[in-house]
């Protein structure tokens, strides 16, 4: 059974600094892997997807790596900013199927 | 947003009473899910749909029912409510392509089972 990990569950960094947050799953059969962001009362707004085939995608401040074999995905923010501050979650997609796990999230506060 | 509109936004209701929640698109995407969030789980998916009258079962299933007649629409209807089903749930989409399987998510439902 796919499990969804991500430590830490709860993070505060002063403003300007680069962070990373991780995620790790037990079952590298994997068809993809997408990192979303949620704020409190909201929706989730997707960030990134990486493919299988993929190592890495970037967006803006945003970086995400993947590595298949060692069950592992980390998001890296570089110069944080307050309007950061939310919940970062990430959810993988079983190979051979449309269904996701989410991990729990990391709690993400930024101060000013 | 996507075009994803969830109905109600908040519902309160009693336990024993039969709920609908509804989930609807104007993207015409194919997958279409119903998840729920509560604290310490994350979010869970309940079922989700790869066309009209196709659907599946996520992991946490038991005492939830789906249905989609239309594209556009999927709809969760909770039998029989139990306090165990207060939760926010969410819906999202996402197309079926290599490049654009990106999921989208609604604004969520909060539903409170007194």
């Known amino acids: 059974k796919q499990e969804v990990t991500q430590i830490p569950a709860a993070l505060s960094v002063p403003e300007g600094e680069n962070l990373v947050l991780n995620c790790s799953f037990t079952?590298?059969?994997?068809?993809?892997l997408q990192w979303f962001r949620q704020d409190p009362g909201k929706g989730l707004t997707s960030l990134l997807l990486?493919?299988?085939?993929?190592r890495e995608q970037t967006s803006g401040r945003l970086n995400a790596s993947l590595d298949k074999s060692s069950g592992r995905s980390t998001l890296y923010i570089a110069a944080s900013q307050p309007g950061d501050s939310a919940t970062y979650l990430c959810a993988v997609r079983r190979e051979g199927t449309y269904k996701y796990i989410f991990g729990t999230g990391t709690r993400l506060k930024v101060l000013a | 947003d996507a075009g994803i509109t969830q109905s109600p936004r908040h519902k309160v209701t009693e336990t024993g009473t039969p709920v609908t929640l509804r989930c609807h698109q104007t993207e015409n995407h194919r997958y279409m899910y119903w998840y729920r969030q509560d604290p310490g789980h994350g979010l869970r998916l309940i079922h989700y749909?790869?066309?009209?009258?196709?659907?599946d079962k996520g992991e946490v299933s038991d005492g939830y029912s789906v249905s989609r007649s239309k594209t556009e629409d999927f709809l969760l209807t909770l039998e029989s409510a139990t306090s165990s089903q207060t939760s926010v749930y969410f819906c999202a989409i996402s197309e079926s392509t290599l490049a654009k399987n990106i999921q989208y998510f609604g604004a969520g439902t909060r539903l409170s089972v007194l």
């Open positions: 749909s790869y066309g009209v009258k196709d659907t």
């Open positions: 990486i493919q299988s085939s993929q």
């Open positions: 079952d590298s059969a994997i068809y993809n």
